[in-house]
Each structure stands twice: as C-alpha cells, then as structure tokens.
C-alpha cells in the first residue's frame, strides 16, 4: 500500500526498532499486551506498543508517534472486557479505541474488529486513522505478515493473519449482522439515529464470548440508550470511565482575577484541584456554549446528563419532582397500570388515553386519570394494547372513578377505539370536541398542549405522581426535524395522555363554568 510520507521518514522510524518485526514477534506481543512488565514502570505493553508502531496526525498537522494522554493512560489502568466510557468532547478516547483494537487485530490471528461511528462522515473519519496506523507501520510488516488483501472504505483484511478490521455506521441496517466480533467500539452512542437499543442489541450478539466492549460517547440530555447502558452499568457488569473536561491539557485560557472567582468556581478549584486558566476556559465555555455548556464539558456524571439545550420541557423542575414523587400504593397488570390514589366519592375525574395499535413493538397505549377540580394526577396506565382490548380497559377505568369522562384522541387509531368504547362498551360519558366525540391533535393544537404541560410542571409539579412520566417528560425534546417527541429508542406516550388531559380538563371547567 502507498504510505503517506516519505521514505526517509519511513525509514527513521524502521531503525527505532532494534529487532525485525515478523509474524512470530507479533503474536509474541499479542499475548502480553495487557501486561505490565516492571520496565514499563505501570505501562501496559499497549501503550508502549502504540507508542513504537502507531502515527496521528497532530492538532499542528504533523505525523507523531501516538503518545498516550492523561486519559488514555487512564482508561487503559482501568479498563475491563466490557466498558463504557462519559467524557467530555476531544478527549481522544476515539483514537485510542480505535488504536488498542488495530494493535490487537495485527497481533492476535482471527480477529475481527467492529467500529460503529454515529454517522457515516465519523465513520470515515475513524478509517482515515486507522489507515494511517497502517501506512506509517514498518515496511518489513506491511510487505510481510500485515500485506494487506483489501483495504478500501469500510474495511481492511490481513489474510496472513486471519484478522480484519471495519468501520461501519451505526445507520446502517445491518451493522453487523452475521458477524462474529472480538472487538466492538460503538463511538458517540448517545447520537446514534434509529433505534439505538435495538442496533446495540443485535451488535452485542454478534461479540463473541470474550471479546471486548467499549461504549463511549458524550452525553445527550437525559434519556436514550447510552444513559440507559451508563445507569444500569453495575447490573450489567460494564466497568464505567468518566472522564471531565480538565483532564484536556489543551482546555486552558487567560487566567482569570483571583477576585472575581464565585463559590462555585472556588469550591470546584478546591475540589479538582484547578488553576486559574482553566476556570478561564471554563468561563469562556459557559459563555460560548451556554446551555450546552455541562453536556458538551462535562464536569460530573449526572449534571452533563441534566443538561441538555433541546429539551421542551423545564428540566429543573423535573429533576426536583422525581426526587420526591411517591410509589404507587397499588399496581395492576403486571405494573402496567399504576394507582396512587383511589377514587372518592361525590368526586369528578376524567380519564384521558392516547391510544396505539396495541402490538409488541412501537408505541404503547397510554391513559391519564386526573381529578378533575385539581388536575392531581391519580393513576396511570401504559401498555402495548389496542382495540376492543383497549377500549374495554380505559371504560372500565373510567368506570371504577365514579363514571369518569373519557377523553380519546381520535387521531389514527384512536377513531376505532372511540366508536368501540361508545358501541361494543356502551361508554356514553365521551368528552367532545368541536361537536365531534374525541380528541383531535393537530399541528396547531399540538404545541399548545404541551406548553399547558410545561407551565403545570413548573408551577404545580406535586400534581405530578409517576416518576415514568417525568421520565418521559425529560427526555421529550426538540428534533432535528423541527417537531418534538421522544429521543431516539425511548416513548412520550405518558407525556401526549398527559397533555391531552389537562387541555380537556381545561375545556370542561370552562364548559361548567359556562353552563352555570
């Protein structure tokens, strides 16, 4: 393969070996690359690996031996076979990823490698520095044991060795599918487009048992699949890396006036032991990034995830009720319908459903039980049912709360339940809407209803009881297509019976207010 510099530095680099690289000497490396021998004073065999054989281009735009950084000594110290790493932008966790799993596909025989970037111009990026790991390698391993047999796009084969490496993109359909894989790196997970679990689930089934793991990403708002995997990393068994933003060398600026420093920014200084300059980037990044500051720098691993500049809803508020919000006092169906507090007598209640299909995959049917003269929330159900299921279940709950109004959105599948409810039911106390029985969402009403949701959240959040619904209501946002909904692989269902009821809530008192 043609090398990207010159002979003289290709040859430079050839001499700094004092021993001929060949297959037998690879493998020999290969077996001890997660050792530390006591020359290496701590260093895995890796790192002085990368160091010796591996080239990136610099921020200046030259070609430098791979030096590992603060971070990536730090990941390598702790890293397990499954890991999943939170870090702040440009900490260089991708490249090193992308090194330790080149060195072990050119120094373990049947190796496959998977890389899965979060779009197709970040895949392309991960190859062009994984191709230059391979263009600047010693002349002796490229025309010998590392000769390659296809080295395009996508992927790159070994056939002396039996290994190979690829980079795909996490939209592509089927990202490996049909492969057995020792090494996955799934980069940027919480921007992945689609259905993130869903690809990451048929990924995981393709590493074979023993193979390495890492996820990594920076965060995006609360919710999605990498806070999920991050959350739930104990149970699983993934060791977790956090990584702030001032572990980055480079994040410094002009030193701020030691006067000027707010308790924040001293008691942080104490606790991470900061200078000046860095609290200079810091402010400077704050007034640049705004928002978006604690997602994009993160600092700790739970503001970054709260911080999120798309979100529709005020997250403050959120966060402050799901502290206190209390378990439900009874559960049905297997937890799908929840009750916090039971009906009482000589009290109005309405019971508002955004309905679905009802099949196992996609949306789920969700209904909202709110005092009427209140708006207090008093149970909840959400469950992937539909039709004449659906109809009977949301009746008879309305039912059981003192023959409750029913408020049906009548979009899509919801014009089917509403005539079951009326018919196959005999439900008659159907709330209307401009003198049709149901709900109509539209592009107008929609956003309306929400922004009622929003105010309530702020101003009266102990109405508010299912922590699943203020879950949903953190991670709806605004979408790159200018609507708003769920993030990617996660449901707003709670969140639009939620809406709809209180807006038909407010319909009704003013109608009894009226009709007085």
Request: charged fraction near 25%; hydrophobic fraction near 40%.
């Amino acid at each position: 393969m043609a090398g990207t510099g010159g002979e003289g530095l290709r040859a430079q680099q050839d001499s700094a070996w004092p021993w001929a690289l060949d297959r037998e000497e690879l493998e020999r490396f290969g077996r001890i690359l997660d050792q530390r021998p006591a020359s290496l004073r701590g260093r895995t065999v890796t790192i002085a690996l990368a160091r010796g054989l591996l080239r990136v281009r610099t921020r200046d735009g030259s070609t430098q031996p791979l030096r590992a950084n603060g971070v990536q000594q730090a990941f390598e110290q702790r890293r397990g076979r499954r890991n999943i790493v939170l870090k702040a932008r440009q900490m260089g966790l991708t490249t090193w990823a992308a090194a330790r799993f080149f060195l072990k596909t050119i120094t373990q025989p049947g190796t496959l490698t998977l890389e899965v970037a979060h779009t197709q111009e970040a895949a392309e990026e991960i190859f062009r520095i994984v191709h230059r790991f391979l263009d600047w390698l010693p002349e002796t391993l490229r025309d010998g044991p590392l000769k390659t047999s296809r080295a395009n796009v996508r992927q790159i084969a070994f056939p002396a060795m039996d290994s190979q490496y690829m980079v795909v993109s996490a939209g592509e359909r089927n990202a490996g599918r049909g492969l057995t894989v020792q090494n996955l790196h799934c980069s940027e997970l919480a921007r992945w487009p689609g259905n993130p679990a869903e690809t990451l689930a048929g990924l995981r089934a393709a590493l074979a048992p023993g193979g390495e793991l890492i996820l990594e990403s920076t965060p995006e708002g609360v919710g999605g699949c990498f806070y999920e995997e991050w959350q739930k990393a104990a149970e699983t068994g993934m060791v977790r890396h956090f990584f702030p933003w001032w572990m980055e060398p480079r994040y410094r600026a002009e030193a701020v006036d030691a006067a000027s420093l707010t308790d924040e920014e001293r008691e942080l200084m104490t606790r991470a032991h900061l200078d000046l300059e860095q609290i200079g980037f810091r402010r400077q990044v704050r007034a640049n990034f705004r928002g978006l500051a604690r997602q994009e720098y993160a600092e700790d691993s739970e503001s970054c995830f709260r911080a999120s500049g798309d979100s529709v809803f005020d997250l403050a508020a959120i966060e402050a009720r799901m502290a206190t919000a209390p378990p439900a006092a009874e559960q049905r169906r297997n937890g799908e319908l929840e009750i916090w507090l039971p009906p009482v007598k000589g009290k109005e209640y309405m019971v508002a459903l955004d309905p679905a299909g009802g099949g196992s995959e996609g949306d789920y049917s969700a209904a909202q039980v709110l005092e009427l003269e209140t708006g207090l929330q008093c149970a909840e159900f959400a469950g992937h049912v539909g039709g004449l299921e659906l109809a009977k279940l949301v009746t008879a709950l309305a039912g059981e709360y003192n023959n409750a109004w029913l408020v049906v959105e009548r979009n899509n599948h919801g014009s089917g339940v509403l005539a079951l409810a009326q018919t196959a039911c005999g439900y008659t106390r159907i709330h209307h809407q401009g003198g049709q029985p149901g709900w109509l969402t539209t592009s107008v009403s929609r956003p309306a209803v929400l922004g009622r949701l929003d105010a309530a959240l702020v101003e009266q959040p102990e109405r508010f009881l299912s922590r699943r619904l203020l879950a949903e209501c953190r991670s709806f946002v605004r979408l790159p297509n200018g609507s708003t909904g769920a993030r990617a692989g996660l449901h707003d269902d709670r969140v639009m019976a939620m809406a709809i009821g209180l807006a038909a809530r407010a319909e009704l008192l003013e109608s009894s207010v009226r009709s007085r």
